[in-house]
């Protein structure tokens, strides 16, 4: 018998300086594969933070590998945002573009280093139109410090200031770079 998902309830005060964005009371929740990692399911929660906007939802998960992990789509169905979290690999990213020319593709990535990892591996792998996705990664202090917090409700308030973030967990505060990657 197949172990079920552990559901993850996270309030979050989310605000994004540089696109406008202030959400006093985001509540989203948030399942958790049984073989998923918390700093996975982090990088998740970070990622629907950073690229938030009305309609973006979690994707299917690990259960589905080749559906995205979080996506927003119009209403008429049509995918307008496709996010894959962690060790993306570059010829999926690149079908993603290539499947989905109306929506603006991402990827964000668990350190600045599986950054480097995936443009290097797209290169040799002549993976050119990864180019028109969005590639960026967390730093990987930041990553690891907010996946100590397991607990299933979370209280976290976020702050997206140019590429850092700022981030209050339980009474804790963190802050990071988010470094932006370009084939």
């Known amino acids: 018998m197949a172990l079920a998902p552990t559901l993850y309830d996270f309030q979050?005060?989310?605000?994004?300086?540089?696109?406008?964005?202030?959400?006093p009371q985001l509540s989203i929740k948030v399942a958790r594969h049984p073989s998923e990692t918390?700093?996975?399911?982090?990088?998740?929660?970070?990622?629907?933070?950073?690229?938030?906007?009305?309609?973006?939802?979690f994707g299917k998960g690990l259960g589905e590998p080749d559906a995205p992990d979080l996506e927003c789509r119009d209403y008429t169905g049509l995918v307008t945002r496709w996010v894959r979290v962690g060790k993306a690999d570059p010829l999926k990213v690149q079908r993603a573009v290539d499947q989905n020319p109306h929506a603006k593709v991402s990827v964000l990535?668990?350190?600045?280093?599986?950054?480097?990892?995936?443009?290097?591996?797209?290169?040799?792998?002549?993976?050119?139109?990864?180019?028109?996705?969005?590639?960026?990664?967390?730093?990987?202090?930041?990553?690891?410090?907010?996946?100590?917090?397991?607990?299933?409700?979370?209280?976290?308030?976020?702050?997206?200031?140019?590429?850092?973030?700022?981030?209050?967990?339980?009474?804790?505060?963190?802050?990071?770079?988010?470094?932006?990657?370009?084939?």
């Open 38 to 57: 918390m700093q996975r399911v982090w990088l998740r929660v970070l990622a629907f933070c950073w690229l938030w906007e009305e309609r973006l939802t």
């Open 109 to 183: 990535f668990e350190s600045p280093q599986r950054l480097e990892a995936f443009l290097s591996e797209a290169r040799e792998a002549k993976a050119t139109r990864v180019a028109k996705a969005e590639l960026a990664a967390i730093d990987a202090e930041l990553l690891r410090a907010l996946s100590g917090f397991e607990s299933r409700r979370i209280q976290l308030s976020l702050t997206f200031v140019g590429d850092h973030v700022y981030a209050d967990c339980e009474g804790q505060s963190f802050d990071g770079p988010l470094t932006r990657g370009a084939p």
């Open 12 to 23: 979050i005060a989310l605000s994004h300086v540089d696109r406008s964005i202030d959400q």
